[in-house]
């Protein structure tokens, strides 16, 4: 049984997480952590609060200034990473996010969404949130000795596409396209075994999620009312859900697994509704 485990070890490894100090991706990196990697946390946001949380619990942790939808900015975080970590065996490309401008709502309808808008939810998620990162990121995991592991962050609205956000389900079904064309063209033209996958989250309770989902005095909003009814296991994720597909993802566990995308949903994904 042991020998087995030791599949899922992480143990020497070095991840890069972008988005690092986020709801979710601050679990995955807890869990990485504690499977044994050595975490860069890569934000724009302030890394310190989430990086003391890992040292705390043991987990060898760093944090750096990171704006994924600049390559210079990649390109000097990449730099110090590797001037800390000298190298690279993990890549979390966690960073994205939507916007209320690309929202279809009762003050916008679709006819009125700014071409502007679309373009900043493209550019965040797909180009600063997989391309860039991969590309600058990756020049260095090509080099490796050994294996390396690419993990992107999908989403279910790349399965199903959500009312009211078009720009945001449109660039993670982009995301979910661009995993499985890096898979194939890394192993077929640098390096059989980097791989690239993804994860699709579900419902998770991140602060977007809570500000759509739940009303001022806490009640359910009828949307939420509707996606927990189509949810078979009954319930919002939690970031701590996410940790055992990441582990398996970045771990040799995996070694013959590339360019696929794991939901991680509750089941949503697989239920008609009847």
């Known amino acids: 049984?042991?020998?087995?485990?030791?599949?899922?070890?992480?143990?020497?490894?070095?991840?890069?997480?972008?988005?690092?100090?986020?709801?979710?991706?601050?679990?995955?990196?807890?869990?990485?952590?504690?499977?044994?990697a050595k975490i860069a946390i890569c934000d724009i946001k302030d890394t310190k609060k989430i990086v003391s949380e890992l040292k705390r619990e043991k987990i060898e942790a760093r944090g750096y200034y990171i704006d994924v939808t600049d390559p210079e900015k990649i390109e000097s975080c990449k730099d110090k990473v590797l001037k800390d970590f000298d190298g690279v065996d993990i890549?979390?490309?966690g960073a994205?996010?939507?916007?209320?401008?690309?929202?279809?709502?009762?003050?916008?309808?679709?006819?009125?969404?700014?071409?502007?808008?679309?373009e900043k939810i493209f550019y965040l998620n797909l180009f600063g949130g997989v391309i860039f990162p991969s590309q600058i990121f990756g020049n260095v995991?090509?080099?490796?000795?050994?294996?390396?592991?690419?993990?992107?962050?999908?989403?279910?609205?790349?399965?199903?596409?959500?009312?009211?956000i078009p720009g945001y389900s449109a660039s993670k079904a982009s995301v979910s396209n661009?995993?499985?064309?890096?898979?194939?063209?890394?192993?077929?033209?640098?390096?059989?075994?980097?791989?690239?996958?993804?994860?699709?989250?579900?419902?998770?309770?991140?602060e977007q999620l809570k500000y759509l989902h739940f009303n001022e005095d806490g009640t359910l909003t009828e949307r939420a009312k509707k996606v927990l009814s189509h949810i078979p296991?009954?319930?919002y994720g939690k970031k701590e859900d996410l940790i055992g597909a990441c582990i398996w993802l970045a771990?040799?566990?995996?070694?013959?697994?590339?360019?696929?995308?794991?939901?991680?949903?509750?089941?949503?994904n697989s239920y008609s509704g009847v």
Not at 11 to 30: D, E, F, N, P
């Open 141 to 164: 995991m090509v080099k490796n000795k050994n294996s390396g592991s690419i993990i992107n962050i999908s989403s279910m609205n790349a399965y199903r596409p959500l009312t009211g």
């Open 1 to 36: 049984m042991d020998d087995y485990l030791k599949l899922f070890s992480l143990k020497g490894k070095k991840a890069v997480i972008t988005g690092g100090a986020g709801v979710l991706c601050s679990g995955i990196a807890r869990g990485l952590g504690k499977a044994g």
């Open 96 to 118: 994205g996010g939507n916007m209320k401008e690309a929202t279809v709502s009762s003050e916008h309808s679709f006819f009125e969404l700014e071409k502007s808008a679309f």
């Open 178 to 206: 661009f995993t499985q064309w890096l898979a194939v063209h890394l192993a077929m033209e640098y390096k059989k075994n980097l791989r690239v996958n993804a994860i699709a989250p579900g419902f998770f309770l991140t």
């Open 91 to 93: 890549l979390v490309n």
């Open 233 to 235: 296991m009954g319930d």
């Open 251 to 268: 771990s040799d566990a995996s070694s013959y697994v590339t360019g696929i995308v794991v939901p991680i949903d509750g089941g949503f």
